[in-house]
C-alpha cells in the first residue's frame, strides 16, 4: 500500500507564503494524477487543486486561482502547492491524495482518489 508524506504545513500571517509537499512511498508508484484537497472544523472536504500526471494539466478550485500553484515532479513522485496570498479562510487541513491507474477523470471529487496522506495543519493568522 502506497504512502503518501505531506509535509509543509504550519502558521503564516495572512498575506504570506507556504508551499506544501506530498511524496509517494514508493519509487514504483504509478498514478493518473495527484491533488490536494482541505478541510476546515465544521465544514466539509473541499478540493482545492489537482494535477495530472500524463500531459500536467492543472485544476485549481476557484476559491484559490490566482493564488495557489499546483505542480509535480514526476522522478520524485512528488506533488506540490505552493499557497501566496494566504487568507484566514484558507485555515484548514491540507490532505495530499492520489488516483490509482485505472481512474478516469482528474478534477474534481474526493472518490476519484483512492489514496490519502495524514494530513498537514496550515494556519493563516488575521
Known amino acids: 500500500q502506497v504512502q503518501l508524506v505531506e509535509s509543509g504545513g504550519g502558521l503564516v500571517q495572512a498575506g504570506g507564503s507556504l508551499r506544501l509537499s506530498c511524496a509517494a512511498s514508493?519509487?514504483?508508484?504509478?498514478?493518473?494524477?495527484m491533488g490536494w484537497f482541505r478541510q476546515s472544523p465544521g465544514k466539509e472536504r473541499e478540493f482545492v487543486a489537482a494535477?495530472?500526471?500524463?500531459?500536467?494539466?492543472?485544476y485549481l478550485s476557484e476559491s484559490v486561482q490566482g493564488r495557489f500553484t499546483i505542480s509535480r515532479d514526476n522522478a520524485k513522485h512528488t506533488v506540490y502547492l505552493q499557497m501566496n496570498s494566504l487568507k484566514a479562510e484558507d485555515t484548514a487541513v491540507y490532505y495530499c491524495?492520489?488516483?490509482?491507474?485505472?481512474?478516469?477523470?482528474?478534477?474534481?471529487?474526493?472518490?476519484?482518489?483512492?489514496?490519502w496522506g495524514q494530513g498537514t495543519q496550515v494556519t493563516v493568522s488575521s
Open positions: 491524495a492520489a488516483q490509482n491507474t485505472q481512474t478516469k477523470g482528474v478534477c474534481c471529487t474526493g472518490d476519484l482518489y483512492a489514496y
Open positions: 514508493e519509487r514504483t508508484f504509478r498514478t493518473n494524477a
Open positions: 494535477i495530472s500526471w500524463k500531459d500536467g494539466e492543472t
